[in-house]
C-alpha cells in the first residue's frame, strides 16, 4: 500500500505563495494528483502528474499560476501555488492511482494523503 504525506500549508494573503509538498512510501504508483476540497463543496481536481515523464495536467481554475513538478529521487511531488486567491482556500490532497493517465475524477484514484490547509486572507 502506498502512504502519502502532504505538508506545505498555511495562512497567506491574497498574492501570496505557498509550496505543498507529497511524500509518498510503500507499493509504487503510476501517477499522482492534486485535489482540493472548500467547505460544503465537492472534492476538485487540481492538477495531476504522470509519474514515468513528469507531464503536469491543470485545473483551468490554476493554470498560470500553479505548477506541479516531481522527485524521483524523494518520492516526493510538489504543487508551487502562485498569486493565490481567496477562493483557493481548501484543504489539499494529493491521490495515487495505479491505474493509467491523470484522472480528474476523485473515484478514479486508489490512496489518498491526510491533506492539509490552504488559507487565502482577502
Known amino acids: 500500500q502506498v502512504q502519502l504525506v502532504e505538508s506545505g500549508g498555511g495562512l497567506v494573503q491574497t498574492g501570496g505563495s505557498l509550496r505543498l509538498s507529497c511524500a509518498a512510501s510503500?507499493?509504487?504508483?503510476?501517477?499522482l494528483g492534486w485535489f482540493r476540497q472548500a467547505p460544503g463543496k465537492e472534492r476538485e481536481f487540481v492538477a495531476g502528474?504522470?509519474?514515468?515523464?513528469?507531464?503536469?495536467f491543470y485545473a483551468d481554475s490554476v493554470k498560470g499560476r500553479f505548477t506541479g513538478s516531481g522527485d524521483k529521487g524523494k518520492n516526493t511531488v510538489y504543487l508551487q501555488m502562485n498569486s493565490l486567491k481567496p477562493e483557493d482556500t481548501a484543504i489539499y490532497y494529493c491521490a495515487a492511482t495505479r491505474g493509467p493517465g491523470v484522472p480528474s475524477s476523485a473515484g478514479r484514484y486508489d490512496v489518498w494523503g491526510q491533506g492539509t490547509q490552504v488559507t487565502v486572507s482577502s
Open positions: 510503500g507499493r509504487t504508483f503510476s501517477n
Open positions: 502528474i504522470t509519474w514515468s515523464d513528469g507531464y503536469v
